[in-house]
């Protein structure tokens, strides 16, 4: 089986209840869920390289040590992930397995990494996969204008029919880095929501963290991402070769 690879990096992970932590993040290609604010737009489009999941534990060997692999994109459940979950494991059955995903697809296989985190785009109006929700190991939601409690309250009783209490709730202020009115507006919800938490984006904190990090996590337009994409088919087609291991 084949991924497409957006790109890959040891860093720390910026965001959620594990931020601070080692990590090498797998960034997959392609997402068709379109947010406004969405600062990976660089794999919304064709891009990434074409990659047999039985040569991603290379890819990741290339890196220092870490604690955790971040499968991060994009959206990396539009793949069927039960190979890439399962390879993983087998070759670094001491690191733990992190997925980021809005939750607008469902797990396609029966394969769970350690930890889920769901981030839902409630700007878009989709209803997250059941089988998302019940893997959530925490819920981040990104906070702007849009943002209301009742989209948390609305995934609380979702899940309360499916029989599970609300994980940990993390609001992340938007921007990058964070506006300081959407962190005000985030410290404002917090007043009237104590057991939810801050979600930093130490990313966009620190100038050293951002230099670790991939070259596909930053703030463009759709229309330099599609010019991006563009750009990048031409090169393909320009020198054919075999598609790229790392
Ligand atoms: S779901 Fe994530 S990757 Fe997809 S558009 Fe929204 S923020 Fe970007």
Redesign the pocket.
């Known amino acids: 089986m084949h991924l497409q690879l957006n790109e890959h990096f040891w860093s720390i992970q910026g965001e959620g209840a594990h931020a601070g932590r080692t990590a090498v993040f797998l960034r997959l290609q392609g997402?068709p869920?379109?947010?406004s604010w969405?600062d990976?737009?660089l794999?919304?489009y064709a891009g990434g390289e074409r990659v047999a999941v039985e040569a991603i534990p290379e890819i990741v060997s290339v890196y220092p040590e870490s604690e955790l692999i971040v499968i991060t994109?994009?959206?990396p459940l539009i793949y069927d992930l039960d190979p890439l979950l399962e390879t993983l494991r087998r070759h670094f059955p001491q690191r733990s397995l992190h997925l980021e995903t809005?939750g607008?697809f469902p797990y396609k296989g029966v394969e769970r990494p350690n930890w889920t985190t769901l981030s839902p785009?409630y700007p878009v109006d989709f209803d997250v996969a059941p089988n998302v929700l019940l893997a959530a190991s925490e819920l981040k939601y990104v906070v702007d204008e849009h943002f209301t409690p009742e989209i948390v309250q609305r995934h609380e009783q979702e899940l309360a029919a499916l029989g599970r209490p609300l994980p940990p709730v993390c609001l992340m202020p938007e921007g990058c880095p964070p506006l300081a009115e959407t962190v005000e507006r985030t410290m404002q919800l917090l007043r009237r929501h104590p057991t939810w938490r801050f979600g930093p984006r130490l990313q966009y904190s620190h100038t050293a963290i951002a230099e670790g990090e991939g070259r596909n996590n930053q703030q463009v337009t759709s229309e330099d991402a599609r010019a991006a994409a563009h750009r990048h088919r031409h090169e393909r087609e320009a020198s054919p070769r075999e598609p790229a291991r790392h």
């Open positions: 997402c869920v379109g947010c969405c990976s737009k794999t919304w994109g994009g959206e809005s607008a785009k």
